[in-house]
């Protein structure tokens, strides 16, 4: 049985910091791209970064320079630094399987998601 546990959210002033972990089970950890994930209310779920079995990451534009993707293949874990914090981050976030391409495409098997919300 495979399962998504996301953790590490919070509230967060503009410029803050805050580090999400994902916790997966029932995957074989090491083969896969990890993406984090993010839906804000009202918006399609969208795949903010990825990291290859390689270790090649992927940003979206709305996030490059500022968010940081990390994995742990021995504690199948995947991790989302995030630093300088707008108001536009604020989401529910998600990690899940990713297309190496960044394509989108629906996994399933969903966590609950950590909610981050920036404000002043």
């Known amino acids: 049985q495979v399962q998504l546990v996301e953790s590490g959210g919070g509230d967060a002033q503009p410029g803050g910091s805050l580090r999400l972990s994902c916790a997966a089970s029932?995957?074989?950890?090491?083969?896969?791209?990890w993406g984090w994930y993010r839906q804000a209310p009202g918006k399609q779920r969208e795949l903010v970064a990825r990291?290859?079995?390689?270790?090649?990451?992927n940003y979206s534009d709305s996030v490059k320079g500022r968010f940081t993707i990390s994995r742990d293949n021995a504690k199948s874990a995947v991790y989302l630094q995030m630093s300088n914090l707008k108001f536009d981050d604020t989401a529910v976030y998600y990690c899940?399987?990713?297309?190496?391409?960044?394509?989108?495409?629906?996994?399933?098997?969903w966590g609950q998601g950590t909610q981050v919300t920036v404000s002043s």
């Open positions: 899940n399987r990713a297309n190496v391409d960044g394509s989108w495409y629906d996994f399933g098997s």
């Open positions: 990291i290859s079995d390689g270790g090649i990451t």
């Open positions: 029932g995957y074989i950890f090491s083969i896969n791209t």
